[in-house]
């Protein structure tokens, strides 16, 4: 595992354009945002290294955020070196992991002092940096069925691609009281098999492909979107132009079944709900 720390001060210069607000809001929208930051030189750092973010200042000092390294390390006339970074959370500031506690659980890293941007994190202080994360991390409400960014390891995970207008909550709000908590591939509803516990919980898939969107586009939450269930929403995302939710019935409705395996009767059932809608 490759690991680093980005030191951000605030009070003594902006690294956000716009904003950090603003940054945010996009982030809020679209799941990632990428930036690029300063590191001060040359040393290379391999793309995919866990970015780890920490708020320095004047009474506000932490861990803020969490991205992924996302280009090679690139030398600047003056030379020093930038990198691109996706940062996939950006704590509102005051919600940050307080530096105290994390000199507690991560007594390896110098949390009160101010730390250079790209420092290298040792294996074990990444380890406890990612636990400390999970435990206060508040869930992503945007989408519950995807890890919360910064809990596991890059190399133990797969980006799935979505669009800003997936994770626009107005518009996620409107879909799901238009066409209900069911997927409109498979017809799978969470609080049906799993109980109260799984109400509300499903994805929403926007059907434009991104080749299509032209510029003034403006979403119709009833129109363009639907909701569709982990399996087929990843299924949906498996190339670069999404599969439409007839391409991915007609699948379910030929693909049967492993010679020799047992079909239970909700499997049965479920094919010939698929074929039903594949009409």
């Known amino acids: 595992m490759t ?19 603003s940054v945010r809001e996009e982030l809020r929208r679209s799941g990632l945002v990428r930036q690029r ?4 030189g040359p040393t290379p750092i391999p793309p995919g290294s866990d970015a780890w973010l920490v708020l320095q200042g004047k009474g506000a000092r932490g861990l803020i955020g969490h991205g992924v390294v996302a ?5 600047d006339s003056d030379g020093g070196g930038w990198i ?3 940062f996939d959370t950006l704590l509102e500031q005051g919600d940050h992991i307080q530096a105290a506690v994390l000199s507690d ?24 940096i990612r636990d400390v994360w999970t435990g206060h991390r508040p869930l992503d409400d945007m989408d519950p069925i995807l890890p919360v960014p910064g809990t596991y390891p890059q190399s133990a995970l797969t980006r ?3 669009n800003r207008y997936e994770r626009d909550p107005e518009a996620r709000r409107i879909c799901l009281a238009q066409h209900g908590f ?9 609080e049906a098999v799993y109980g109260p516990e799984g109400r509300g919980l499903i994805s929403v898939h926007h059907l434009v492909p991104a080749t299509q969107l032209v ?3 403006e979403l119709d939450p009833v129109r363009d979107l639907l909701p569709l269930c982990p399996n087929c929403h990843s299924m949906a995302h498996r190339r670069s132009v999404p599969f439409t939710p007839a391409e991915l019935r007609r699948m379910m409705s030929g693909a049967g079944f492993i010679e020799g395996s047992i079909v239970t009767q909700v499997q049965l059932d479920s094919q010939a709900e698929a074929r039903k809608l594949l009409g």
Do not use: H
């Open 3 to 21: 690991a680093i720390l980005l030191g951000w001060n605030p009070d003594s210069r902006n690294d956000w354009e716009p904003g950090y607000p």
């Open 37 to 40: 930051w300063s590191v001060g």
């Open 71 to 75: 280009s090679d390390t690139f030398e």
């Open 84 to 86: 691109a970074v996706e």
């Open 105 to 128: 659980l991560v007594p390896g890293v110098p949390w009160e002092a101010n730390i250079r941007s790209a420092r290298s994190v040792e294996p074990s202080d990444e380890a406890a």
């Open 160 to 162: 799935v691609s979505v």
């Open 182 to 190: 069911s997927c409109a591939v498979c017809r799978f509803d969470f």
């Open 215 to 217: 510029p003034g586009y």
